[in-house]
């Protein structure tokens, strides 16, 4: 019963400070895509290793390079976005309230962070490749 409270009341705080701006956004508009992922992720990061056992290593070698260059790119790419939004936005660089508005600044912005958001996502996947790789 507590628990349900606890949850009911995490998933009402949830609702009512989400940002209506990004609902049609992918992996964002409810808590259960990215908690579905997460599971994915600790059931492969378990089986991975136990998979691998008795097994030759993966050679991920050039998928792996190639990620890592995505994902320089990628935290390239969020850096100018970052940098240049706040920069064009005026930010202060102490502390600024979040702009809720669709002007283009605030959503150019609200993008960065659900990139940044999808990064870490992706970056799930690089423990995965260890899991199955055993060293
Ligand atoms: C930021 O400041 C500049 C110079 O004061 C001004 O021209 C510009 O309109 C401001 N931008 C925003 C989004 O407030």
């Given at each position: 019963m507590q628990k349900n409270l606890c949850l009911l009341?995490?998933?009402?705080?949830l609702c009512i400070v989400a940002d209506k701006r990004t609902d049609p956004w992918?992996?964002?508009?409810?808590?259960?895509?990215?908690t579905i992922?997460?599971?994915?992720?600790?059931?492969?990061?378990w089986a991975g290793p136990r998979l691998m056992?008795?097994?030759?290593?993966?050679?991920?070698?050039?998928?792996?390079?190639?990620?890592?260059?995505?994902m320089v790119g990628l935290s390239a790419y969020m850096f100018h976005e970052f940098l240049a939004t706040s920069w064009l936005s005026n930010y202060s660089l102490l502390c600024q309230p979040v702009d809720y508005s669709s002007r283009p600044l605030p959503m150019r912005m609200a993008r960065a962070c659900w990139w940044f958001f999808l990064s870490k996502v992706i970056e799930l996947s690089d423990t995965v490749c260890i899991s199955f790789h055993h060293w």
């Open positions: 009341s995490i998933v009402l705080v992918p992996l964002i508009y409810s808590p259960i895509p990215v992922i997460v599971w994915m992720y600790l059931g492969l990061v056992r008795n097994r030759e290593p993966v050679d991920l070698r050039v998928v792996l390079i190639l990620y890592n260059l995505a």
